[in-house]
């Protein structure tokens, strides 16, 4: 899944460690899911999109309306 997790966080001046830590998760698992290696559980999704302030859509793209 495509994301924009690594583009918000760095306009926040946020580590991957700093965004872990506020989510309650490892920093492994932030690389993981910015690297698209890791599709985060949709609670997970869910505390993403409310800590960026932004609707989920806005951060990850499930790649499958890309035309339609």
Known sequence: MKNRL???RA??????????GQ???SRQA?????TGK???SLPLAFKIARLFDLPIEEIFDDQFNQNG
């Open 38 to 40: 890791y599709d985060p």
């Open 23 to 25: 989510l309650g998760v």
């Open 6 to 8: 690594k583009v918000l």
């Open 11 to 20: 306009e926040r001046n946020w580590s991957q460690a700093e965004l872990a």
């Open 30 to 34: 932030i690389n993981a899911v910015e």
